[in-house]
């Protein structure tokens, strides 16, 4: 699909000051863009990650779905990402009090991958190619 110009996933957080400081430490860069309301990472040309508080997404949501806080620490997505050195990824993650799922594994798909958990219980996998 080349009309799609850049990929933006947006976590929906309870404290997105909290969210901040565990990404920051997570990718070892500041925030792109840290304002009340939003929080967002360029991680690459094409790709950016966004972190915005349970509440304001809850305020576009209206009553249309239930409010996000109702699935806190329930894991509601994964984000997997290709790193150049998985181990030094594990590593930092690790330091950094995320809460580990699985450590590195070579997966049948054909990924050397290890797992954490955010804050919210959003799952984070660090994957290099076998």
Known sequence: MQHILLTETILYVANQ???TDFYEKLFRQKA???VPGMTEFRLSD????GLMPNDGIAKILKDKTPHPQTGQ???RCELYFYVADVATEYANALALGAKEISGIE???W???VCYFADLDGHVIAFAERL
């Open 32 to 34: 792109d863009l840290n």
């Open 17 to 19: 000051q909290a969210s």
């Open 46 to 49: 094409t790709c950016k990650l």
């Open 106 to 108: 070579n997966r049948d």
């Open 73 to 75: 620490g329930i894991p």
């Open 110 to 112: 054909g990924d050397k």
